[in-house]
């Protein structure tokens, strides 16, 4: 007879970084640990995000019974939209994610459908066969837990994303207590993080930054901008206390960092003093050092506030020679010829560019702990089984290694998406695989995102046509140099071709002489105008891909 | 009256990394230091390189006198091809300098038409109202030169790329006397390298890495495969010499790796001991702890030994279990993609991986100066003005900063491409502009460069026709999902094009699964199958695009 198992089922983030996604079944119940998407890799043209393929969450619908979502960063929550338009379950999540949730459900008109339960920590709660303690862990972000699942063979704990910050901004310590209570109970697996297993060492404190940020408001004679990823509450905590403390009046200036201060304080991580903040249209009232700007726009995103901004294109936010320009946030990979092309062009206006080079003190922390933390939290919970999750392949193996290193687990297994890991009380080894892959979806825009994020499938969407504008622009001049082909595959016709022609070099004309360097923003923005048009005259919603050939 | 001014003219990398080449003009004779390329944003699709725009050069033909290389690197050397199919000169470099463009101008069957002038440090020559003297400097590259130009006005130095290695491998000492020397006697402007300068500090010696590495010999019980950038002439020879100490034979993978090594040892740069290199068919001869696999592709260039070696498709190099490889290069930014899959490749070949991830000891050192290094010359130069070259505009910004803060100068000016900066013996303004920019220029494909590097103007190429190779590849099972579409726009026909439909079919059948999952190589062997059916049946070389949707 053939003895019950529990499954560990990873959807997304084993083998890479981001849709994170995991499911955890014993029998017939099943839950989902997190729901994440991800940004594409460059060679994905004309794709906006990527979710976890959650094939077999489909087909085990009738037994899917909840998502539990471990805190509120788009790569453990960006796909719920997704995944609720093919499942209907409830959300867990604590307080804050559940405003980062509500937000992007609204968006997607799915709030009114969805059950949303709040959970909080060291409170137990049951789902099926599984009882689950919320576990509070400190990170960039706040109200974050890792959790303690208790199942028929024993307790898996999944840590979600941490680092052990031991004096945190909001005075909320790393639960080290329960951590260490479960490990003397016995753990029978540890799912853990590991974003910086090539880190040595331990990551500072999100407190850690504010010396050198300090130092940087006191020599600030001009306006200063301060941008930071818009979710990393924390930070932007910093800087209004600094502003305060420095006698700048703070105008907010990009929707994300405008959404995410708001909830913020809503829900009081922040502290805002009455008439600290003011409208982006009264800043011509002060003088430029009474002012600071928060912008978004760490990335160079091509339509963010900060990318508008650094050509002189933002309606509130002008950048003048002598003004401070401080990028509170790290360069994620395969971002720096956006983020750079930014900081060129804040340069040649002759403001003050910080940002972390190595040279500029320490203007910004990672949220995820490095290998003495993973370490630690092996240490306190000292697991039967141990399981590297969220990274590539290497990082997990990493991740293996360091954790026989430290002599206190049973065993390192390194799993991949769509691997099902089977337990009992004291074995673990591999079953048959199930179906996992990535979902690649076009958003049409990133700046209409919110009246316009359709969701779908590639597949989908490939039957309704492609559409290719090859534009040729002579580097020197910046002006296309012959009449820009489009290209209609799968629909179309000569009239909408040349109009969907006349439609782009109008929108090229429309640019400034800085934009049009910048190709991200000139495909974002001949992609936004081709869609439209597209739409209005055939209702279709094809793939666009604008490529650019410099000549 | 007007008098006579010099005039220093970038038209390439100041404002950018790579394709350095800068043009000095007294009255009617110019000389053009350095001739390089760069290699393309992933924004322009299908493009293999881009060199500078030299439209001021040809304009001017009868007044350039010659082309001075200051070592043999790319982005220094590789623009000559198309410099010298324009403008015929003399081109004057080291000895070691002029092996590399010898073998580049043979490959373009420039070499017979080319005047190649061999100089020497501290052997003064003459062009025009030139007077220039060879300065040793020493780099990641062995006989490397900086160039001190005495002009009517003043003496010019340009450093080319420098380290001030204190500990050379080739006992060949940057020659500090000589730069002091110009120094004393007065120097009126001062061209250094940037690369480094957001690095604090002093770059380590070429000789650093050695002893991280000899442990990793030493704990290497099967193959070692070793891998660097292949004119890293120091760390080739390190490895040789590691190699022989260890008792391992060396088997040499990759063709940019043995034609370096070849050039290496003919010129004396490394000493090979006998019966230590072996022929790669003779491997299986040897035990694995007996051989050494010196092997090509550190940036994962989806065609290189390495990559292909990675998901086990190279004739001589196989990796298996337990087998150590050492990437003793640094991770280019935009190649963090290609690189890192490579690398995952590799530990799913349960490889053990040594790169440079900050946690492996030193095994790569840059070979540009830090801040550190730039300070010393700048103090030994003492020039009255100071223009940085080499790299992007906040670079050249900051660099500028750093030599204003030594006291040591007296004015530092940043100009970028096309500026013209007007010196006279006390007084330095920017003139009018000239033309400047980038051309972009596609070889068809990276494999067939021998025979096949036919540089020509994007704007000839568009005038080809271009080539989109739409794919959708399914993730999960690797399979092209339906009939790939091939879009031929300024030739073609339905006969072609359904060739072309079946030739990309059969060309990703002919993948093993690996390869189907890495869609560099994917996209990049599409590209060299559709160049040859198209030039073979139109006799056109258009530009062609494979785009890959993942479904």
Redesign the interface.
């Known amino acids: 007879m053939q003895t019950k198992k529990l499954k560990i089922i990873p959807l997304g983030g084993l083998g890479e970084f981001g849709m994170n996604c995991l499911a955890l079944r014993w029998e017939d119940d099943i839950i989902v640990i997190d729901a994440g998407l991800m940004f594409p890799?460059?060679?994905?043209?004309?794709?906006d995000i990527v979710v976890p393929?959650i094939t077999y969450l489909i087909e085990n619908k009738e037994h899917v019974r909840a998502i539990l979502l471990t805190h509120g960063h788009e790569d453990h929550i960006g796909g719920l939209p997704w995944i609720l338009s093919e499942i209907k379950v409830p959300v867990y999540a604590t307080e804050f994610t559940l405003a980062y949730v509500e937000g992007k459900l609204e968006e997607h008109h799915l709030l009114d459908d969805t059950e949303l339960v709040e959970i909080t920590p060291k409170q137990k709660f049951s789902i099926g066969p599984f009882t689950i303690e919320p576990i509070r862990v400190t990170h960039s972000l706040v109200d974050c837990v890792a959790l303690a699942i208790d199942t028929p063979v024993g307790v898996v704990i999944h840590t979600g994303d941490f680092k052990i910050d031991l004096s945190p901004l909001d005075d909320k310590p790393f639960d080290l207590h329960t951590f260490a209570e479960y490990g003397k109970r016995g753990v029978l697996a540890l799912l853990q993080d590991s974003t910086n297993v090539?880190?040595?060492g331990y990551t500072p404190s999100e407190r850690s930054v504010r010396p050198r940020l300090d130092e940087i408001f006191s020599r600030a004679t001009k306006k200063l901008f301060f941008s930071c990823f818009s979710s990393s509450i924390y930070r932007i905590r910093i800087a209004l206390e600094l502003a305060r403390d420095h006698g700048r009046k703070v105008a907010i200036v990009g929707r994300s960092m405008m959404e995410s201060t708001e909830i913020a304080q809503d829900l009081g991580y922040i502290d805002v003093p009455p008439g600290l903040i003011i409208n982006p249209g009264h800043m011509r009232d002060f003088t430029p050092d009474q002012l600071m700007v928060l912008i978004s726009g760490t990335q160079g995103e091509p339509m963010s506030a900060l990318s508008r901004a650094a050509v002189d294109n933002h309606r509130h936010a002008h950048i003048d020679a002598g003004d401070t320009v401080v990028l509170s946030s790290r360069v994620i990979?395969?971002n720096?010829?956006s983020i750079?092309r930014v900081?060129?062009h804040l340069?040649?206006r002759d403001a003050k560019?910080v940002y972390d080079?190595?040279?500029n003190g320490l203007i910004h922390v990672s949220g995820h702990g490095s290998?003495d933390e993973m370490r630690l939290l092996i240490n306190l919970v000292r697991p039967k089984f141990f399981v590297p999750v969220h990274g590539?392949?290497?990082y997990l193996?990493k991740h293996a290694q360091i954790a026989t290193d430290t002599g206190a687990i049973g065993e390192a297994i390194v799993i991949e998406d769509g691997d099902v890991l089977e337990l009992d009380k004291s074995t673990a080894h591999k079953g048959e695989k199930v179906?996992?892959?990535?979902v690649?979806i076009d958003s049409g825009s990133s700046i209409d995102v919110v009246e316009d994020l359709v969701i779908r499938?590639?597949?989908i969407l490939?039957e309704d046509g492609?559409v290719?504008a090859?534009l040729?622009i002579n580097?020197?001049t910046g002006k296309v140099?012959?009449s820009p082909?489009v290209?209609m595959?799968g629909f179309g016709g000569a009239d909408i071709t040349d109009e969907a022609r006349e439609l782009v070099l109008k929108t090229l004309d429309g640019l400034n002489g800085e934009q049009k360097t910048d190709?991200?923003m000139v495909?974002e923005k001949v992609r936004v105008e081709l869609k439209r048009l597209i739409q209005k005259t055939t209702g279709r919603r094809p793939?666009i891909?604008p490529?650019?050939?410099?000549?």
């Open positions: 890799e460059s060679e994905l043209l004309g794709v393929d090539e880190r040595t990979p395969g720096e010829k750079f900081i060129d340069y040649r560019v080079d190595g040279t290998q590539d392949y290497r193996r179906t996992a892959g990535r690649l499938d590639r597949r490939s492609i290719l090859v040729a580097k020197r140099e012959r082909e290209v595959r190709y991200g495909k793939l891909m490529v650019i050939l410099e000549i």
